[in-house]
DNA sequence: CTTTGCACCTGTTGGC
DNA sequence: TGCCAACAGGTGCAAA
């Protein structure tokens, strides 16, 4: 199971990030098509004007939006749920869902496929971190300050079930339902036990799974990343098997007894009820 | 401030 | 076999 229809979790974000940027940085975009402008938000009509004629400064991530910065302003991109980028020669045919293409210099263009539109392009003139959707966004995974001390302490005094709360941007970003329910896993926590009731050793426990199996996933993307020209525009590693989700009434690796699931704030989780308390 | 629920969208799946 | 409702996911936002 690899390519095709992965939901971009912050893995694939990253080494779609690693996979674009040597064809991006030191380019010059020389156009814009906007074939569709109707993703979450609407393309900006006058994005030509705004990044026309310069040369891609750095193409950063943010969470799971990629940043690509100009001398006059950011170019924000999320791929949502079933967005993906690639570069292409020039004049290369257009494609159902294939939104967007940004032009380059170098004879190649990256283009945009996301047949959901829950993906976004915006610009931004101003600093980084200034942008409202970039502005109250919790630490990287993984960066250090995302540690024990960091979620014993936010999770004090929080009612809600530690799931929707490690899935909360504010908290920590990168963590998406499939993640999180693998993390839970294992951890051994419980996804329902309220946030607050965890104790110092089991919040250092979930950071440690959370930033192993997230720094997994990128070097396993890294080691398999091989040239966006012409490839799908995911990443083309497979897919760690997953120990819980989907695999309701299948049995626990762990102890066979069947996973379970249950809904969470309208999303589904899935555990093992004997092995995480 | 915290928490909950919803909207957005379309390809895939499951039930009849 | 065919049809259609339900479902999946990320995440910003409105409402409680």
Redesign the pocket.
């Known amino acids: 199971m690899s390519g095709?229809?992965v939901?971009?979790?912050?893995p694939e974000?990253e080494t779609t990030r690693r996979g674009l940027a040597p064809y991006l940085e030191g380019a010059t975009v020389t156009g814009v098509v906007i074939r569709?402008p109707?993703?979450?938000?609407p393309i900006p009509e006058n994005l030509l004007q705004c990044l026309g004629g310069l040369p891609v400064i750095s193409l950063t991530r943010r969470?799971?939006?990629l940043l690509m910065e100009f001398d006059s302003g950011m170019l924000i991109l999320?791929?949502?749920?079933?967005g993906s980028l690639r570069i292409l020669p020039k004049n290369t045919l257009p494609e159902?869902?294939d939104h967007f293409d940004l032009l380059l210099d170098n004879g190649k263009l990256m283009r945009l496929r996301d047949?959901?539109?829950?993906g976004?392009i915006l610009w931004h003139a101003g600093e980084i971190n200034t942008h409202?959707?970039?502005a109250?966004?919790g630490p990287e995974p993984l960066n250090e300050h995302f540690n024990a001390r960091y979620l014993y302490q936010a999770t004090r005094?929080?009612?809600?079930?530690i799931k929707?709360?490690i899935?909360?941007?504010?908290v920590v970003?990168?963590?998406?339902?499939?993640?999180?329910?693998e993390a839970l896993f294992s951890a051994g926590i419980a996804p329902q036990t309220?946030?607050?009731k965890l104790s110092l050793a089991r919040c250092a426990g979930l950071v440690d799974i959370i930033r192993t199996t997230l720094r997994v996933a990128i070097e396993a993307g890294g080691s398999t990343l091989r040239d966006f020209v012409n490839v799908s525009g995911h990443p083309g590693y497979f897919q760690q098997e997953h120990q819980v989700?989907?695999r309701t009434g299948e049995p626990c690796r762990r102890c066979t007894r069947p996973i379970k699931?249950i809904?969470?704030?309208?999303?589904?989780s899935?555990y093992c009820e004997y092995c995480q308390t």
């Open positions: 095709g229809s939901v971009p979790e912050l974000v569709n109707r993703l979450r938000w969470a799971k939006y999320h791929l949502g749920m079933s159902k869902h047949p959901r539109r829950f976004a409202p959707l970039l109250k966004l005094g929080r009612n809600v079930a929707q709360f899935m909360d941007n504010h970003v990168g963590v998406g339902n499939i993640y999180a329910s309220r946030a607050g989700y989907g699931l809904k969470q704030g309208q999303r589904s899935f």
